[in-house]
């Protein structure tokens, strides 16, 4: 089974935008982004990381390119975040004893901190204008997911009624994607002009939320668009 699962929001919705760039993320950087769980297993414990974690965006090979990123770097890297995963690791097994109304705020706690210790490792790996386009691109990546951060609202300032209507928009772009994703199954084709499509009116709500300013900060912080690809994976329900 093959669906339609990568969450970046094509280039085309930037152009909705007033200012340079507006693209989707879990999830995700920062560095590493949040998003979705996914299970990772190591040395035979089973341990929930946000999937910006067990991949973080630095590995997809446009981003790699884009940041003109090193063997050396990508090495230094990749064992930044094991060594993370290794350290975070009790932390995030131990979310499945959280109650459950608790264990959103709970998780995106974890995954700040982790977040904040992966950029201190980063810094030292990467030079500043890597790291600042990093950063750019992992807020265009979470698209939606980006304004449940808390340091988002307070820099966009964002109010309480515009917070509630963009989770609103997340949970509608969720079901909308995860539809797109089993229709590709049958007609990838045509799932891709749905899924643009959802892209534009994505944009045109975003629009009626944001404030001219507001509009204009979100673009200096996620920098010039970038061409994420969609990606057809295997999986899914």
Do not use: C, K
Not at 9 to 18: E, I, K, M, Q
Not at 133 to 148: I, T
Request: no cysteine; aromatic share 8%; glycine share 6%.
């Amino acid at each position: 089974m093959r669906l339609f699962t990568h969450r970046a929001w094509l280039v085309a919705l930037a152009g909705l935008l007033t200012g340079p760039a507006f693209a989707q993320l879990s999830q995700q950087p920062q560095v590493p982004n949040q998003g979705q769980a996914t299970q990772a297993t190591r040395q035979g414990a089973q341990t929930a990381f946000p999937n910006g974690i067990t991949n973080p965006l630095y590995t997809n090979q446009d981003v790699r390119q884009a940041l003109n990123l090193s063997d050396d770097q990508l090495r230094r890297l990749n064992a930044a975040n094991a060594a993370l995963q290794d350290q975070y690791r009790t932390d995030f097994s131990g979310l499945s004893g959280v109650p459950e109304q608790d264990r959103a705020a709970r998780l995106q706690e974890l995954t700040r901190r982790y977040n904040t210790a992966f950029n201190q490792s980063a810094a030292d790996i990467i030079n500043r204008d890597q790291m600042r386009r990093y950063q750019q691109l992992g807020l265009q990546y979470r698209g939606y997911d980006a304004f449940g951060d808390a340091d988002i609202q307070r820099q966009l300032n964002l109010s309480a009624d515009q917070q509630q209507q963009l989770r609103l928009l997340q949970q509608r772009y969720g079901q909308d994607l995860r539809d797109i994703s089993r229709y590709a199954q049958t007609n990838r084709e045509d799932a891709m002009r749905r899924y643009q499509a959802l892209q534009r009116q994505s944009g045109q709500q975003l629009n009626t939320i944001l404030n001219d300013q507001q509009r204009q900060a979100w673009s200096g912080m996620t920098g010039e668009p970038f061409p994420f690809q969609p990606q057809w994976t295997p999986g899914g329900p």
